[in-house]
Structure formats: structure tokens, C-alpha cells
């Protein structure tokens, strides 16, 4: 299995630091894409490179993809949790914005996933969404994989949250203790957009 991350411009030393984390947690070593690999993809985001990792794993290996802003908080082996599974996921939170998205884009909302996690068998379900780009919904890439999935018929199997926490200002308490609290194995530091920020957060974990 191949684990792959993301992280360009000002995200690149977040996305070293969390690799090296996921690397210790999981034994698996991390390829972190930056500038000098994503730049000639001439991409609208970063995040669609996710997309494009053919050349990227040449001998067709699984993929375990994860965003540069998320934090390993506990040891997990992905390879057992892929298994034989094409696609292994973690639901997206239901709110009015998930569920606006999947009416405009003709997705079933109880299987619409969050993409910062994505342990990968099934390559058809990134490289078919490929043809979406460069926009498709509000969040970068995750539609369009969404969609993918949904029109090739691949049918994720899903872990639990804790595996793609997702924290939000507003309504998350950020504290050490608290975020400790939540038990979770990744904790994803979504809809924070100051990597520098959640750096700091990441070294108090």
C-alpha cells in the first residue's frame, strides 16, 4: 500500500509534519506531493491531484490518501482495514450544505463521504473524476469522487467517524485536553484554513 499526502505552497511543512505522523502510527511511508509534483498538473486546487496519482504509483499499489491537515491520534493498520474492499471511506457529516450538494449533483446523501480519508482498491473511482475538473461542487475534489463512485457503482465500505473526526470552529473545542477526549483515531482539522494555526494545534497532540 502506497499512502500518499498533499501539501503546496504554504501547506507543505504541515503536510511533512502530519505524513511523519501517519507514518509513525500506521508503518506505512508517506509520499508527500508538493509543488515540484502537483504544480505541472496545472489543477484548479491542490486536492484534485488526488485524481491524478497515476503517475505517481506506477505499479498500481493500494492507495491510502489523506489530507495534509488531518492528525493521527492512535496506531491503526489501513492495509487491514482495506482488506479486499474496493473503497473504504468515512461518511461525511449530514448538515443543509452535504445534503444541497447531493440534491444539485444527484447523489445519494447517506452514502456521500468525505474524501481527507480514502483507502483505495478501486482506482476507477479517482481517475473517473477526472472528467469534472476543474470545478464540481463546493469542496475542491469531493464531489466529483463522490459522483465518480456513484456512476461507476462501487460501493464503499465505511469506517467509523473517529477514523476522519472532523473538528469545526464554532463548534469544536480545540483544547488539548478536549480534543484528546474525543477518543478519535484522525483527528480532521477541516474548514481551518491557516495551516501555521493548525500546526500549532498539532504539537500540543
Known amino acids: 500500500m502506497q499512502a500518499i499526502t498533499i501539501g503546496t505552497g504554504k501547506w507543505a511543512k504541515l503536510a511533512q509534519y502530519s505524513a511523519a505522523r501517519m507514518a509513525e502510527m500506521t508503518g506505512l511511508d508517506v509520499m508527500v506531493l508538493g509543488d515540484k509534483e502537483v504544480g505541472p498538473l496545472n489543477l484548479s486546487h491542490p486536492s484534485w491531484a488526488k485524481c491524478w496519482l497515476e503517475q505517481f504509483n506506477p505499479t498500481d499499489k493500494d492507495l491510502f490518501i489523506v489530507d495534509a491537515d488531518i492528525w493521527c491520534m492512535k496506531e491503526w493498520n489501513p492495509v487491514t482495514a482495506l482488506a479486499d474492499y474496493p473503497l473504504v471511506v468515512v461518511k461525511d457529516e449530514s448538515s443543509d450544505q452535504v445534503r444541497a450538494e447531493c ?8 452514502k456521500y463521504f468525505n ?22 461542487g463546493r469542496w475542491a475534489e469531493q464531489t466529483a469522487i463522490n459522483k465518480a463512485v456513484q456512476d461507476w457503482k462501487i460501493e464503499p465500505t465505511y469506517l ?43 504539537k500540543k497532540l
Not at 483505495?120 to 472528467?131: I, M, P, W
Not at 470552529?169 to 477518543?183: E, N, R, V
Request: aromatic share 14%; net charge negative; hydrophobic share 40%.
Open 103 to 110: 440534491r444539485l449533483y444527484g447523489l445519494d446523501p447517506e
Open 160 to 202: 467509523p467517524h473517529a477514523y476522519n473526526r472532523l473538528l469545526w470552529p464554532g463548534k469544536d473545542d480545540y483544547g488539548t485536553d478536549a480534543l484528546k477526549a474525543l477518543g478519535a483515531v484522525n483527528l480532521h482539522f477541516a474548514s481551518m484554513h491557516d495551516p501555521d494555526l493548525i500546526l500549532s494545534y498539532m
Open 115 to 136: 474524501t481527507g480519508l480514502m483507502l483505495v482498491h478501486a482506482f476507477s473511482a479517482l481517475y473517473g473524476a477526472q472528467r469534472y475538473h476543474p470545478r464540481f
